[in-house]
Structure formats: structure tokens, C-alpha cells
Nanobody, 127 residues
Framework: QVQLQESGPGLVKPSQTLSLTCTVSGGSITTRPTAWAWIRQPPGTGLEWMGAIHNDGSTYYSPSLKSRTSISRDTSKNQFSLQLSSVTPEDTAVYYC???????????????????WGQGTQVTVSS
């Protein structure tokens, strides 16, 4: 059974960079599941797909967040990470890491395609 666990600071100051890590067990970020994503849910709104890293190392980003988002991985630790720069209070959300087993990359932005989810971590942007 694939399990994911988010970790990182719960409070970030405006203009700083938000950094989160997802630790994976029961699967490999270089083989299967096929892609690993960051998805967030601001208060009172729906889920927002931020981006993903495929098991071949290719990265995919939401167009609205692409200029501020970077997803990377550490294969030796079976972890992947999110960096979101120049944060504002509007980036306050519960952040989830998730994984999908679908073969195609066409639907990576579709939250329903993600079979495995972390429990989520609250990140608040405030001075």
C-alpha cells in the first residue's frame, strides 16, 4: 500500500518561499505509481492542482502557478518536494501530496485521477 506524508513549516511569512516535502513508502518515485503531485485547498474553496513530477523526472505545472512553483525529487530518500515562492496570504491552504497510477500524462491536472493521498498539512501565510 502506497503511503504519503507531508512535512514542512505550518507558518510562512509573506514574500518568503513555502517549502514542503512528501515522503513516500510502499512505492517508488522512480517507478510506480507513475506521477506525484501537489494539490492544495484554500479555505472555503475546492481543490487546486499545483503541479506534478513524473517518475521519469519530467515536471508539469499549473499555468496559473508556474512562475512561482518548483517540484523536485530526492530519489535516495524516496521524497519529492514543493517550493512556492513569493507567497501571499492567498496561498494559505491545506497542502496535499498525491500519487496516480494512470499511464498517460494527459490528465495529470485532474484530482480524481489521484488514487493515493497524504493526510494534508495546513500552511498559513501571515506576518
Amino acid at each position: 500500500q502506497v503511503q504519503l506524508q507531508e512535512s514542512g513549516p505550518g507558518l510562512v511569512k509573506p514574500s518568503q518561499t513555502l517549502s514542503l516535502t512528501c515522503t513516500v513508502s510502499g512505492g517508488s518515485i522512480t517507478t510506480r505509481p507513475t506521477a506525484w503531485a501537489w494539490i492544495r485547498q484554500p479555505p472555503g474553496t475546492g481543490l487546486e492542482w499545483m503541479g506534478a513530477i513524473h517518475n521519469d523526472g519530467s515536471t508539469y505545472y499549473s499555468p496559473s502557478l508556474k512562475s512561482r512553483t518548483s517540484i523536485s525529487r530526492d530519489t535516495s530518500k524516496n521524497q519529492f518536494s514543493l517550493q512556492l515562492s513569493s507567497v501571499t496570504p492567498e496561498d494559505t491552504a491545506v497542502y496535499y501530496c498525491a500519487a496516480t497510477t494512470m499511464a498517460s500524462t494527459d490528465n495529470l491536472a485532474h484530482q480524481n485521477e489521484y488514487r493515493y493521498w497524504g493526510q494534508g498539512t495546513q500552511v498559513t501565510v501571515s506576518s
